[in-house]
Structure formats: structure tokens, C-alpha cells
């Protein structure tokens, strides 16, 4: 793209561009592998019809689907695990090498790519295990390139995430980067889970599940028999379940494994009351999720990513309660950003003041801070002027909900509903230190 780019006489790709080119990319191959996928698994053409109804239908498919989010890709690689698995178990009479061979490598990218990937295929390990005690081969194919995709993953990863000094067979020796046992040993820290925010084991159960699925929850009850993609969302919301920080993304190839396997009711009546009320919740939820839910964090990248450093004078962007800003979308402006993520506000308001600095210090900076309008907790901190900082509004998206800050216990729904939907939106502030004789910036 970069090739293509630069002849049209311009240097580098606009990030912008760039990333309307990957959500473009993202849904060619939802759109493709994943209804690919779909077919493969189902055999019946009226079931199958009726799956990639549902489906395309489902807001998860054209919204969480057509990001760039690792769980997007985990959909594709658990559904694709499956496939192949069957694949394997159909193959009575001989090893189904290939099938091993492409199996091993969609295991190994999937453990790199999320470790939740685990969870949602150990279904298909176990049947795979009895499989393998007859056909010996077809285990030590997919071994081999397990080993050979998880290699690679390594090297890929100690090179980009270590500096260019020394060779890269040195830091495979000396320090290798090992993103899985890297990622498992940050979520089973408890502290570190604190800082997004802990949840009750039943978190999926009650809300990721009915927030994906809807009404096609009540479905599952017309499952005839468990099969792979049934077994295997069961295996990933009790394993996911046990781990304190739960999301509904987590459990996102929930929503094809299961749309896939659930039948429509046989009466008429409520034949149609479902069809209406699933009609509605994608509409609703399609906006919700799609349109508003974090919706001002590419904007507002993108808006800081234009102007110049200089004009905007920060030393340092911290972004508070929002998801993980792209960097890649600064357009390669050298402006350091700090991702608070949830941390209380006591701890962020403390991170701000001593990136500004105080009076005293000579050259004291100017902050950058990104947060939702909905945080109320910044109102406190702006009118206390023990402070002394001065707080600019350079930039607001309205099209921002902040819906993992929900505090229903202590506002209560109406005062919840209040301060998300009538103070929805992102701010991007500026702030600077009030000191005597200093020039404003």
C-alpha cells in the first residue's frame, strides 16, 4: 500500500487512509473465511442458510468483526481450529497430514495472537487426543509445525520488540520475547488485573453472553446435541470465567460458533416475535457497540496526530478510562503517550500534575489529557484551585459512550443513564501550570 501510495506523489500513507484500508481488509476476511468457515462446518443446506443468516445478520459481525482487534482474528483462527479438527476426525482412513499440518500452525498463531485462544479449542484437543493414538503421524505433523509457527512467532516478536542492537540470534540466546508466557503471567497477576477492573465468575454468564448473542440466547435450548462449536463455547466461558477480569469481547467467537447451531422456534407467532425482537437488538446494539461505545479514540489519535508538536506544546498525552490509543495513528509524531487505562483518579490526577511539573522546577511542562466527558471525577479536580492548573478544552467527539465505566451501585440507573448519555463524548485537554510570570502557551 505504501508502493501505491507514494505514486501518487506523496511520501508516506495517511494514517487515516491506512487504517480505512485495514477495517476494509478486516471485513473481506470476516466476510470471506468466516462464512467460508460456516459452510465447511455445517452440512445440511438449510441449516447452513440459516446460519450465515444469522450471522451477517449479528451486529458482532459488522461491528467487532470488521476492527482490527486480536479478538476479531482469534474468531477466524478458533473457527478455522475447527474446521480443521473435523476435518481430521472425518478422515477415517488415512492421517489427513494437510489438515494437521494447518492446524499446528492455527494453533500456534492463536496462542501468540490472544491466550484465551486455549480455552476455546480444548473441545477439539480432546477429541483430537483419542484420534492421534491410532494415527500417530498425523500428531507428529502438526507438532512439527506448531513448533516451526511458534519459532517464528518468537523471532518475529524478540526483533521488533528489542532494540536493533546486537543480532537477532543473539537476542533469541540472551533475551527472546515470548508474547504468550509474557501475556499469562501479566493476567494472572491480580494487581495488574485491578487496573481494568475486576468482576464477579459469573460476569459472562449474566452479561458478555446476552450482550453478543441477544435474543438468540433463548436459542440454545433448541440445540438437539452438543457438537465441537457448542462444547467449545462452554469450554471458554467456564475457563474464562475463572479469571477475575472479564469482557464481552473475550468471548467473541461465541457469537458464529453458537448462531451457527441454534435453530429458529417451529411456531409461527414466535417464529416472528423473534425474528422482530432480533431485528432490533443488532439495530440498537450495532449503533450502541458500532457507532458510540469508545467511538471517539481513533478521532481524537487522529485529530492529535495532525496538529503539530509544537503548536500543541505537550510534553506528554495521558489517555484516562478510554481503550488503548494506536500509536501507529500519530503518523509518526514523536509525542510520548501514556495509557492510564482504569486506574483510580487520585493515581491519575497524581501522573498528570508531575508530568506538568511545579513552579519551582524551571521549564515545567504542559500535559495532554484525554478522557470521557462522563468522568465526573475531573469536575472535582478542575474547581479545586489548590491546584493551580489551568484546564483547556482543545478538542471534544460527541460520538463517545464510556460504557465500562458503569457505577450502577452507587448513581443508581437513572443517574448512570444521566451521566453517560448526557455527558457522552472524549475531551482532549490541555493542561498547564498557573504560574506567576509565566508566558501562556
Not at 444521566?418 to 457522552?424: I, P, T
Amino acid at each position: 500500500m505504501r508502493w501505491v501510495w507514494t505514486e501518487t506523489g506523496r511520501d508516506a500513507v495517511a494514517p487515516k487512509i491506512m487504517y480505512q484500508a485495514l477495517r476494509l481488509l478486516m471485513f473481506i476476511l470476516s466476510f470471506v473465511l468466516e462464512d467460508w468457515a460456516i459452510h465447511d462446518l455445517i452440512q445440511s443446506p438449510r441449516e447452513r442458510r440459516l446460519a450465515l443468516l444469522l450471522v451477517s445478520s449479528s451486529y458482532v459481525t459488522w461491528t467487532y468483526q470488521t476492527h482490527t482487534f486480536s479478538n476479531a482474528v482469534e474468531t477466524l483462527l478458533v473457527l478455522w481450529s475447527i474446521v480443521m479438527t473435523q476435518r481430521i476426525l472425518n478422515d477415517k482412513y488415512r492421517s489427513a497430514l494437510l489438515s494437521s499440518a494447518v492446524l499446528g500452525s492455527l494453533m500456534a498463531f492463536g496462542i501468540f495472537n490472544r491466550i484465551t485462544f486455549p480455552a476455546f479449542i480444548l473441545p477439539s484437543g480432546i477429541y483430537l487426543l483419542f484420534h492421534f493414538s491410532r494415527k500417530p503421524f498425523s500428531f507428529l505433523t502438526l507438532g512439527a509445525t506448531f513448533l516451526l509457527t511458534a519459532a517464528f512467532a518468537i523471532a518475529v516478536d524478540t526483533s521488533y520488540y528489542n532494540s536493533p542492537a546486537g543480532s537477532l540470534f543473539h537476542l533469541l540466546r540472551t533475551n527472546p520475547t515470548i508474547t504468550p508466557l509474557n501475556s499469562l503471567l501479566y493476567n494472572t497477576s491480580s494487581s495488574n488485573l485491578s487496573i481494568h477492573g475486576l468482576h464477579p465468575p459469573y460476569q459472562h454468564f449474566i452479561a458478555s453472553l446476552p450482550l453478543l448473542l441477544g435474543p438468540a440466547l433463548l436459542l440454545i435450548w433448541n440445540i438437539r446435541k452438543p457438537t465441537l462449536p457448542t462444547l467449545s463455547v462452554l469450554s471458554a466461558t467456564l475457563l474464562l470465567s475463572l479469571v477475575p477480569h472479564q469482557e464481552p469481547r473475550f468471548l467473541l467467537p461465541a457469537a458464529p460458533l453458537l448462531l451457527s447451531s441454534v435453530r429458529l422456534p417451529e411456531a409461527k407467532p414466535l417464529r416472528r416475535y423473534w425474528l422482530a425482537s432480533w431485528l432490533l437488538f443488532n439495530a440498537v446494539l450495532g449503533v450502541l457497540m458500532g457507532v458510540y461505545h469508545q467511538g471517539g479514540v481513533i478521532p481524537a489519535q487522529l485529530w492529535l496526530g495532525q496538529q503539530q508538536q509544537q503548536h500543541l506544546g505537550f510534553t506528554e498525552v495521558f489517555w484516562w478510562r478510554t481503550y488503548n490509543p494506536p500509536l501507529w495513528l500519530l503518523g509518526g509524531k514523536e509525542i510520548m503517550t501514556t495509557d492510564l487505562m482504569g486506574t483510580k483518579a487520585e493515581e491519575m490526577t497524581k501522573k498528570v500534575s508531575e508530568a506538568v511539573g511545579s513552579c519551582m522546577e524551571k521549564g515545567f511542562g504542559v500535559a495532554g489529557l484525554v478522557a470521557p466527558w462522563s468522568s465526573v471525577e475531573l469536575d472535582t479536580w478542575m474547581k479545586d484551585s489548590r491546584t493551580q492548573l489551568s484546564f483547556e478544552k482543545l478538542w471534544m467527539s460527541k460520538y463517545h459512550l464510556n460504557l465500562d465505566d458503569l457505577d450502577v451501585e452507587e448513581d443508581g440507573i437513572p443517574g448512570t443513564l444521566e451521566r453517560l448519555v448526557g455527558r457522552r463524548g472524549l475531551v482532549v485537554w490541555r493542561i498547564r501550570r498557573l504560574c506567576e510570570g509565566a508566558p501562556y502557551l
